[in-house]
């Protein structure tokens, strides 16, 4: 099997932040659809690992915070299935919370009128 690696260039903190929380409600949606398995995100991005990198590269405390709660939902479907859709929509509402707060960069300005 041949690893495969994906880069993303992002300039700044503020920017990397932004694209997590809108990769996170990607992930979520997609578990709550049914369309991937909780475990499949949880290799992706909610892990502790990943969120540590995310600290560590200086990344928003209120992202890094909402990933490890990711990190969080097979314990929630586990032990309390009946909550699992209410997690997921609540983290779906907080990274959206997080997008609302901030301001994309000059850089997207340009391409508003494609939106």
Do not use: H, Q, W
Request: overall charge negative; aromatic content about 8%; proline content about 3%.
């Amino acid at each position: 099997m041949t690893n495969f690696y994906l880069k993303i260039k992002i300039l700044n903190r503020e920017e990397a932040g932004r694209f997590v929380a809108m990769a996170s409600i990607g992930l979520l949606v997609s578990v709550r659809n049914g369309v991937v398995e909780l475990g499949e995100a949880e290799r992706l991005l909610f892990s502790p690992g990943v969120s540590n990198i995310l600290r560590e590269k200086g990344i928003s405390s209120v992202v890094c915070d909402l990933v490890m709660e990711c990190c969080e939902l097979d314990d929630v479907l586990g032990l309390l299935p009946g909550k699992f859709d209410g997690e997921i929509a609540r983290l779906i509402d907080a990274f959206s919370a997080y997008l609302s707060a901030t301001v994309p960069l000059d850089a997207y300005s340009e391409y508003m009128e494609f939106r």
